[in-house]
């Protein structure tokens, strides 16, 4: 059986409508920014069902929704795909449903309630948890849910404590329930052979030798000597012995007792490793150690919930335990939730896993939920490396299809009062290919009626890409100085890949651009097209009657195309061929050729094209935003918006 859903009302981020979050057989992973509600969301599981190292959460007022104690907290949990003996032990409790076939399949619904009891003095939480899918089924025996516990890695633990000896010590938990521990001889007797010997044979073994310790025999005699002669009345009859703590108790407490003796560690004879284990290190044994006390329990519940298991932990061991935990949950038919902030494990695991957290809103990444098809997920999860899945934790995403794009519009940002930074932007570079992939990632299935907006991702995205038509006089300026503005030599429309305006009427033009922006469009998705070509183009287009926009474009040209040494002349030589045109049309694509007959590089463009912005705009906010191409500016103010 496995956790197949959590609905949560009234608690911490989740408010008074019900929310439900549907989880993975296998792998869940829970991204978004701080205070989105992924903590909430495991917290809630805990609450309901109690964890294996028996830590009790106490709700207080700060756990209801904005904090309003009048409000009632409402958490239910599903369980389903229980196996026969799991519908044995849960028999009373369980309540059938139609599956799609309409055969009556069972499932384990928990209802937990809480209300903050004013009327005590001082105040303090009443909750109570009942079953069946409306709630009115019977009350969960304790013994029913001691078998519903599940293991929980809370963030920043301290997981070299965890591996160290002491009362109730995890590591002995973990250890005690290897079903093998308990095998073997209690004590060493002849023709047993030391290997053969228990845990508890062990211990007795420890005792005897301790008590022929001729040393310890001699302090013992003396201590009993003390006891006799000076301490107690006459008639007392005492005396000592050294022993390992319990020896005079049950077997099971013996095997306890030995097992809260135990540290475990790295064994420094086969690493390099000089003095304590990292954090980094010690957690991966932490988790280690729990993944094997899920595989070796016989409880029903197989749930493992971790936060933040990247915490201390290098990039490249972030990727081997993801690797790791994706295969445990599906080899080993273990279930896990875990919460993220890590950009690197959320692009390693399979977007389908993924449950985007926004506002205490959950939204599944699963095949079902998004407007991506088959296709997508395969093509993403080759693609969505850890730089672009930065898109995950951003409060709004500009999604670019190039480097110039990249390198420009976070300056850009700055310099019109919105910087990208401040927002909590994330700028994704596609290089060309899959903008319309990202974009249905924000994007729910089947809701794009504006009527289901309600349900939309809560996320502004925009992306920006070319227009692609070429002013009627570029060819010849840009492409081949042979070209003619009549058209009258050119090669036939279809044997070309280049098109300029005159090649559409209005109403092709209209569909062109609708082509366009319908190809990643709906919901909070929102494509903005260049208003005339291409990003280079339309910056000169916009620019050039502008003095000092002018020497910023031609500067960048200047100082990513030549030698420093020509840097003078050739900016004379730049802004009198300019001059010499007549259109602005004709400008911009004297300006553009440089691009188009590969004399200078775009991304290269764009990085000096922002230094010098930087510093001959600099709190210039409203003129800069005036001679900038306008589809840039309001895709900056789209995704920069409160």
Same mark, same amino acid.
């Given at each position: 059986?496995?956790?197949?859903?959590?609905?949560?009302?009234? *608690?911490?981020?989740?408010?008074?409508?019900?929310?439900?979050?549907? *989880?993975?057989?296998?792998?869940?992973?829970?991204?978004?920014?701080?205070?989105s509600g992924k903590s909430a969301i495991l917290d809630a599981i805990r609450i309901v069902l109690g964890t294996t190292d028996f830590n009790w959460y106490r709700i207080n007022a700060s756990d209801f929704y904005n904090e309003d104690s009048s409000l009632e907290i409402e958490i239910s949990c599903k369980f389903t795909d229980l196996s026969p003996i799991e519908t044995s032990a849960f028999l009373e409790y369980l309540t059938y449903e139609d599956d799609d076939s309409k055969r009556k399949i069972p499932s384990l619904y928990l209802h937990w309630n809480c209300r903050y009891m004013q009327s005590f003095k001082p105040p303090r939480p009443v909750s109570s948890m009942t079953t069946g899918k409306n709630g009115d089924g019977p009350i969960l025996s304790p013994e029913s849910r001691e078998m519903l516990r599940v293991t929980y890695l809370r963030a920043l633990r301290d997981a070299y404590s965890d591996m160290q000896s002491g009362r109730n010590s995890r590591l002995s938990q973990v250890v005690q329930n290897v079903p093998a521990i308990s095998e073997g001889e209690d004590d060493l007797k002849e023709g047993v052979e030391l290997k053969d010997l228990s845990l508890?044979?062990?211990?007795?073994?420890?005792?005897?030798?301790?008590?022929?310790?001729?040393?310890?025999?001699?302090?013992?005699? +003396?201590?009993?000597?003390?006891?006799?002669? +000076?301490?107690?009345?006459?008639?007392?009859?005492?005396?000592?012995?050294?022993?390992?703590?319990g020896s005079d108790t049950a077997d099971m407490k013996k095997l306890t007792t030995l097992l809260e003796k135990l540290d475990l560690t790295i064994d420094k004879d086969t690493t390099s490793l000089k003095g304590v284990p990292g954090l980094g290190t010690s957690n991966i044994m932490s988790m280690a150690c729990e993944l094997l006390l899920r595989r070796n329990s016989q409880e029903a519940c197989q749930l493992l919930l971790i936060e933040e298991p990247e915490a201390h932990i290098h990039a490249q061991r972030q990727m081997k335990l993801v690797k790791s935990l994706q295969n445990e949950a599906e080899v080993n038919s273990q279930q896990i939730i875990l919460t993220t902030h890590s950009p690197l494990l959320a692009s390693a695991v399979k977007l389908e896993n993924i449950i985007l957290i926004k506002n205490g809103n959950a939204y599944p990444l699963s095949k079902s939920e998004t407007s991506l098809k088959e296709d997508d997920y395969i093509f993403l999860e080759r693609y969505l490396d850890a730089t672009k899945a930065n898109l995950f934790f951003a409060r709004n995403v500009m999604i670019v299809e190039g480097p110039g794009e990249a390198l420009l519009l976070p300056t850009l940002s700055r310099l019109l009062g919105r910087d990208f930074v401040d927002f909590g932007v994330s700028l994704v570079d596609v290089r060309s290919t899959g903008l319309r992939r990202y974009s249905k990632i924000f994007q729910r299935k089947d809701k794009d009626n504006p009527k289901y907006s309600a349900d939309w991702l809560k996320v502004n995205v925009a992306c920006v890409t070319d227009r692609d038509i070429m002013p009627n006089c570029a060819p010849s300026i840009c492409l081949d100085k042979r070209l003619k503005d009549d058209k009258t030599n050119w090669p036939e429309e279809e044997n070309r890949k280049w098109r300029v305006e005159s090649d559409f009427d209005d109403t092709q033009k209209a569909i062109h651009l609708n082509d366009i922006e319908g190809k990643a469009n709906g919901q909070n998705v929102k494509t903005f097209v260049s208003d005339k070509w291409t990003l280079e183009y339309d910056l000169a287009y916009h620019g050039l009657n502008n003095v000092a926009m002018k020497n910023s474009l031609i500067k960048a040209i200047v100082k990513t195309t030549y030698a420093q040494v020509n840097w003078i002349s050739k900016t004379t030589e730049i802004s009198t061929a300019l001059d010499a045109r007549a259109s602005i049309e004709e400008k911009a694509s004297c300006f553009y050729s440089f691009f188009a007959k590969g004399n200078t590089s775009k991304a290269e463009f764009s990085q000096q094209l922002a230094l010098e912005l930087e510093t001959d705009f600099s709190g210039k906010e409203e003129e800069l935003k005036d001679i900038l191409p306008p589809y840039l500016v309001n895709a900056i103010l789209f995704v920069t918006k409160n």
């Open positions: 059986m496995y956790l197949s859903s959590l609905k949560l009302k009234n *608690f911490r981020s989740f408010g008074s409508a019900s929310h439900e979050i549907k *989880f993975n057989k296998g792998l869940t992973v829970l991204v978004g920014e701080n205070d508890v044979g062990i211990f007795n073994l420890s005792n005897k030798l301790l008590a022929d310790y001729p040393a310890l025999k001699t302090v013992k005699d +003396q201590m009993t000597g003390i006891l006799k002669n +000076q301490m107690l009345l006459d008639g007392d009859n005492l005396a000592t012995r050294f022993e390992v703590t």
